[in-house]
């Protein structure tokens, strides 16, 4: 059997859905492979949001000035950084479980990018979705349905 992707929108995998892919990957004896995408953009906006629904106004005042003057490539270089670490913490648990277990990082729009990881990899014969957190009022929903149009195989999706 070809290998089972898990692809991870956003910087942080859910540990949850991970050890579903793993589990699943060890009865069906084939490789896991993850896929992680962030995009940097569409985070921006989510850190204000938490800020003010927290009631830290003066905060979020803090945090859009410091994203305004360390620019969006610093941003993404930071946010890049923070999810290749998260990312690495699912390799011993990979190894314990006895699964082969890979991973890829990239950026831009998760629908884009997931599609185009699946086509350019003929071995995936399976995709079993983290959509992670809602961020700038763009539901999962969304994601999911730009994802299943294009998708050429399987998609698996959990509530984290």
Known sequence: MGKVLLAVNGPRPSAKIFRYALDLCGKLKTELSVFQVVWPSRYGGSIGRAGKQAGKCMETSFKAAAFAESGEHEYAQTLMEKAKKN???????????????????????????????????????????????????????NLIRGIKKRLEVPLVLLDR
């Open 87 to 141: 990312a690495e913490h699912l390799k011993p648990e990979s190894r314990k479980a006895g699964v082969n277990c890979s991973i890829t990082m990239g950026t831009g729009e998760p629908e884009k990018e997931i599609v185009s990881f699946v086509d350019n990899h003929p071995e995936i014969v399976l995709t079993i979705l983290d959509s992670g957190e809602e961020v700038d009022g763009n539901p999962r929903e």
